[in-house]
Nanobody, 129 residues
Framework: QVQLVESGGGLVQPGGSLRLSCTASGFRLDYWNIGWFRQAPGKEREGVSGISGSTGATYYAPSARGRFTISRDNAKNVVYLQMNSLKAEDTAVYFC??????????????????????WGQGTQVTVSQ
């Protein structure tokens, strides 16, 4: 049974850092791409970052580039999202998801909600004074 469980969210001040974890079960990370998405109140879900299961290649949305780092630990079957220099506009529920196709180049085109089929329940990130 495929499952994804996010953790690590919380309340942080502007400029602070958080590390989110996505623990996968029921499949191997090295066979599937994983993406991080977020959804702020009243807004659509947007792709933040993705990582290739086979090569470890990464993609970042412009909003995340230079501040966020995605990584994976295949032995633990966990994907991480290290978020630094957090801003109020980063406040959202963060989700990890598995690419519905499996292995393909991670890009803006593939980091789209409809391209992912299994989702975690989300973890809240709040950036506020």
């Amino acid at each position: 049974q495929v499952q994804l469980v996010e953790s690590g969210g919380g309340l942080v001040q502007p400029g602070g850092s958080l590390r989110l974890s996505c623990t996968a079960s029921g499949f191997r990370l090295d066979y599937w791409n994983i993406g991080w998405f977020r959804q702020a109140p009243g807004k659509e879900r947007e792709g933040v970052s993705g990582i290739s299961g086979s090569t470890g290649a990464t993609y970042y949305a412009p909003s995340a580039r230079g501040r966020f780092t995605i990584s994976r630990d295949n032995a633990k079957n966990v994907v991480y999202l290290q978020m630094n220099s957090l801003k109020a506009e980063d406040t959202a529920v963060y989700f990890c998801a598995r690419d519905r196709i499996g292995l393909r180049p991670v890009s803006r085109a593939t980091l789209s909600e409809q391209e992912y089929d299994y989702w975690g329940q989300g973890t809240q990130v709040t950036v506020s004074q």
